[in-house]
């Protein structure tokens, strides 16, 4: 594999600050609601500091993240990913979150047999919890079962994966 440069931008939003860094035409992370802008990149980099460039990398998808962010709805299905570094179940696993709609959710337990391996909702639990795209690979439509609102790793935690569901169900209300 080639060690081609990674490119970084940070922009605000009304979920706070976000950072989007990628490669070419590929996403490889998204932080968001990051209190700094600083916090944003550093989250975004995950502990990369090689060939590390700031630049005004993907702009449109920038704009797209601050208009879903303000309730404007997008699945951003068509975003290319990084999945390198991912496992072929937690490929599928990814696959099939992306699957979920806007303003909709899906149980750990769905997912999990979406992902051809009923039985392994915890395991998919595990593949959110690294989840480097959210918004984009939406984990914050995956619950519990019976609807339980389950866990989030993003900032604020439970009270944002809300926040977010909220924000959607409001969208496809309207």
Same mark, same amino acid.
């Given at each position: 594999?080639?060690?081609?440069p /990674?490119?970084?931008?940070?922009?605000? $939003?009304? +979920?706070?600050?976000c950072? *989007? =860094?990628? #490669?070419?035409?590929?996403?490889?992370?998204?932080?968001?609601?990051?209190?700094?802008r600083?916090?944003?990149?550093?989250?975004?980099?995950?502990?990369?500091?090689?060939?590390?460039?700031?630049?005004?990398?993907?702009?449109?998808?920038?704009?797209?993240?601050?208009?879903?962010?303000?309730?404007?709805?997008?699945?951003?299905?068509?975003? /290319?990913?990084?999945?390198?570094?991912? $496992?072929? +179940?937690?490929?599928?696993? *990814? =696959?099939? #979150?992306?699957?979920?709609?806007?303003?909709?959710?899906?149980?750990?337990?769905?997912?999990?047999?979406?992902?051809?391996?009923?039985?392994?909702?915890?395991?998919?639990?595990?593949?959110?919890?690294?989840?480097?795209?959210?918004?984009?690979?939406p984990?914050?439509?995956?619950?519990?079962?019976?609807?339980?609102?389950?866990?989030?790793?993003?900032?604020?935690?439970?009270?944002?994966?809300?926040?977010?569901?909220?924000?959607? =169900?409001?969208?496809?209300?309207?």
């Amino acid at each position: 594999m080639i060690d081609l440069p /990674q490119e970084i931008m940070a922009f605000k $939003t009304t +979920f706070g600050w976000c950072a *989007i =860094a990628g #490669c070419e035409e590929q996403l490889r992370d998204l932080a968001f609601a990051q209190p700094t802008r600083e916090a944003a990149i550093k989250r975004a980099l995950r502990d990369s500091t090689s060939n590390v460039r700031s630049t005004k990398w993907n702009r449109k998808l920038a704009e797209r993240i601050v208009a879903a962010l303000d309730g404007e709805p997008d699945e951003f299905r068509d975003v /290319q990913l990084d999945l390198e570094h991912l $496992t072929p +179940f937690s490929r599928r696993v *990814i =696959a099939a #979150c992306r699957r979920i709609g806007w303003g909709q959710t899906a149980s750990y337990g769905e997912i999990a047999r979406m992902a051809e391996s009923p039985g392994a909702a915890r395991a998919v639990g595990s593949v959110m919890a690294g989840n480097r795209t959210p918004l984009v690979v939406p984990c914050h439509r995956v619950i519990a079962s019976e609807g339980k609102i389950g866990g989030f790793s993003a900032p604020d935690g439970i009270r944002l994966k809300k926040r977010l569901l909220a924000l959607e =169900a409001a969208a496809a209300k309207a």
